[in-house]
Every structure is written in C-alpha cells, then in structure tokens.
C-alpha cells in the first residue's frame, strides 16, 4: 500500500503565501505523475497542479503564475508554493500521486487526507 500525508495548510491572509508538502510512502516501486487538487465546499473536486517524473508541469489556469508544483523522486516527495493568494483559493488540497507497489503492478492513483486552506479577505 502507498500513503500520502500532507502537511502546511493553515490560515493566511490574502496576498500572502503558503506552502503545501505531501510524502509518498509505503511499498512504493515507482511514481510517476504527482499533482495537488482541491475542493471547495459544495464544489466539485478540481486539479490545481501536477508533475511528472519528468519534471512536466500542468496548471488550472486560475493559479498560473501564483502556484508552483515540485517535487523530488528520491524521496517520493511534492510540494505546493502559493503565492498570491485569493480567499477563492479557500479549500481543502489533496495530494495525489499515480504510483505502483512492484514492478508488475499496474499504476493506480493514491490520495491524501487533505489539508486545509483558508484565505482571508
């Protein structure tokens, strides 16, 4: 099995910035695309961010140019910098990572429990 536990939400206000961690850990053979998503309450759960193990970003246009995902392979490692914050950013972040257990595994997505961002106006 394969855990995700983020860590770094938490209050701020708007104009400021946060930074989101995740780590992978478990029986882990290979991960491939991390990503961070969220969900608003009454919305539906969306992508913010991800990455491949090639370092390929993809970004919800919303956060394009506040938002920047990384991450680090030896460690099974994705990070979140926000900046720029709006209080429309407001929700819980889950971290995502598409990783299979060995090598004959096939690849399936693991979630984290979510972490909570809150941005005051």
């Known amino acids: 099995q394969v855990q995700l536990v983020e860590s770094g939400g938490g209050l701020v206000q708007a104009g400021g910035s946060l930074g989101l961690s995740c780590a992978a850990s478990g029986s882990i053979f290979r991960v491939n695309t991390m990503g961070w998503y969220r969900q608003a309450p009454g919305q539906q759960r969306e992508l913010v961010a991800q990455i491949t193990r090639g370092a390929v970003t993809n970004y919800q246009d919303s956060v394009k140019g506040r938002f920047t995902i990384s991450r680090d392979n030896v460690y099974n490692m994705v990070y979140l910098q926000m900046n720029l914050l709006k209080p429309e950013d407001t929700a819980v972040y889950y971290c995502?990572?598409?990783?299979?257990?060995?090598?004959?595994?096939?690849?399936?997505?693991?979630w984290g429990q979510g972490t909570q961002v809150t941005v005051s106006s």
């Open positions: 995502s990572a598409d990783a299979a257990t060995t090598n004959r595994d096939t690849y399936r997505t693991y």
